[in-house]
């Protein structure tokens, strides 16, 4: 009876010297260079099996009038703290323009009005948060694939890069940017939009335009937007990463 | 069946269970740990829950939390990017091995010879739900086998917990959603979903809380050494 209540005494102790080494050790692995690139390995399966059962056309939910957030939620930046941005925001955005470059046969040059006259498109969608959050809002905007038709890719452009109009750090060029790939580009519910809720996009979601892609997270939806520059590959852009929150450690494959 | 006792002249030693199930038990072991902990640190992103389509619908959430502490947490400081990393890694153990483990129970008659309750296993439900209560368990060779409760505790968690909260899981994934539009409305919606995963999250802890206790109280030496030797040992009897 003694050797086992001995056996039983050492086997608790094992479970709880175990147990302390296994989250020791997950701890430790967290801070590793090698380990959270085997752990990152699970995004691209994730977007490889994603993409293949949400093939180009599939859609995201779309809602009605009544499924409307009361209030949508403003996350991250709610008022960019850049001098450029302020003066433009008291004007109206009446100067502000998005530029369109990069890999692109005729870059762009398009004022807020240029935008309201191309082709519109209205959706009701849930934006899912990161976090955990989710909020609809009916979104106005120019379908991304109608400006990238009037800039005319060229056949080296895999990436659409957003260059925004939030610093989100002190110091130069730390300004909010994001990316998405040719698929996400010219899925019908990628848009532009200058509108939320039927009025003009308010300053905390984004002034004077913002991104939606739909099937993915919110972090991926660049508010301030100011530039869009196609690109072959994120090398040469800040962390290398594809975007703020992705070289900060997040995945750029936001689908789950 | 039965392999030679070494030490104890009267103690039988048996082969309790496959390697195939040693094997997947642990790695799942690994995976729920890693998963629960982890997708507590998610949850501390923004701990309440909701029932609808949205957050903000101009009802409050049903549920608002503290957050949950950094020990029980994966990493124990608030550090969103990594726990979703080692949720997401982890989710795909947990599936692959849990796919695995119901192909082989159905192949290799796992299910239909040890899990699924006999007609006898039914009709002493009451008594077992009595033996349990009063902390009596089945000794000798009775002990090789799963009970009643056993059985239906296996079977509600493998084939019915786990896909549901693998489903609640993947409900959450904006991506998903869009693959038949609309789908996660048929739970209440997205954030209904993520009220439901961390429910059958929770019954999973709650399930491995009995189990544990379960495991300590019918011996727990000889029940882990089952576990990774395979070889479970019945006192007081003669090997055959």
């Keep these: ?20 080494v296994f989250v020791a050790g997950c701890e430790r692995l967290s801070r590793t260079t090698w380990f959270p690139p085997i752990l990152a390995s699970a995004e691209t399966l994730n977007m490889r099996v994603q993409r293949l059962l949400t093939s180009r056309p599939s859609m995201a939910r779309e809602y009605t009038e009544a499924d409307l957030s009361p209030h949508f939620r403003s996350n991250g930046t709610a008022m960019p703290e850049d001098f450029g941005y302020l003066s433009q925001s008291q004007k109206g955005f009446a100067g502000w323009a998005l530029h369109v470059g990069g890999l692109v046969e005729s ?6 009005a240029d ?55 002190d110091g130069d060029d730390t300004n909010y940017y994001e990316s998405i790939d040719m698929d996400d580009a010219y899925h019908p519910q990628t848009i532009l939009a200058y509108d939320l809720n039927g009025s003009p996009l308010p300053v905390p979601n984004g002034a ?49 | 069946m039965a392999l030679p006792a070494n030490d104890a002249p009267h103690t039988a030693v048996y082969k309790r269970h496959s390697l195939a199930v ?31 389509k949205s957050s903000y619908t101009g009802a409050g959430p049903i549920l608002a939390l503290d957050p949950f502490p950094g020990w029980i947490t994966l990493p124990d400081t608030q550090w969103l990017a990594m726990g979703r990393r080692w949720h997401l890694f982890f989710a795909w153990v947990l599936v692959l091995n849990g796919a695995a483990y119901v192909l082989y129970s159905i192949v ?39 009970n009643v409760l056993q059985k239906l505790a296996y079977v509600v968690i493998v084939f019915g917990v786990f896909p549901f909260l693998v489903l609640m899981g993947l409900g959450l994934s904006p991506s998903v959603d869009s693959i038949v539009p609309g789908w996660v409305d048929v739970f209440g919606g997205r954030q209904s979903v993520r009220t439901l995963h961390f429910i059958a999250g929770a ?10 206790f379960e495991v300590v109280v019918t011996g727990l030496v000889n029940n882990i050494r089952s576990m990774i030797t395979g070889r479970y040992r019945i006192p007081g009897e003669k090997s055959p």
């Excluded at chain 1, 934006?127 to 106005?140: N, P, R, Y």
């Excluded at chain 2, 019954?203 to 544990?212: G, Q």
């Design chain 1, 115 to 169: 935008l309201r006259a191309m082709p519109s498109r209205t959706q009701i969608t849930r934006h899912d948060c990161v976090e955990g959050w989710s909020a609809i809002g009916k979104w106005t905007g120019v379908p991304l694939r109608e400006v990238l038709a009037r800039a005319r890719p060229r056949a080296n452009a895999r990436y659409v890069v957003f260059r925004c109009a939030d610093p989100m750090e």
């Design chain 2, 108 to 146: 290799s008659r796992h299910l239909s010879r040890d899990l699924w309750p006999s007609r006898e296993d039914v009709r002493s439900i009451g008594s077992s739900i009595a033996d349990h209560l009063r902390l009596r368990h089945p000794t000798g060779k009775a002990a090789l086998r799963y």
């Design chain 1, 107 to 112: 870059p762009l040059r398009l004022s807020l």
């Design chain 2, 203 to 212: 019954i999973i802890v709650a399930f491995a809380a009995v189990h544990l």
């Design chain 1, 208 to 256: 004077p335009l913002r991104l939606r892609v739909e099937r993915q997270l919110g972090y991926k939806m660049a508010k301030y937007l100011m530039a869009i520059e196609l690109v072959e590959s994120f090398d040469s852009i800040r962390g290398g990463k594809g975007g703020y929150w992705e070289d900060k450690g997040y995945e750029w494959y936001a689908g789950i």
């Design chain 2, 22 to 52: 040693r094997v997947m038990h642990w790695i799942n072991v690994i995976a729920v740990v890693v998963l629960v902990m982890s997708g507590l640190q998610i949850f501390n992103a923004h701990p309440a829950l909701y029932w609808g």
């Design chain 1, 1 to 20: 009876m003694s050797t086992s209540g001995g056996r039983r005494r050492f086997l608790w102790r094992g479970v709880a010297v175990f147990g302390s």
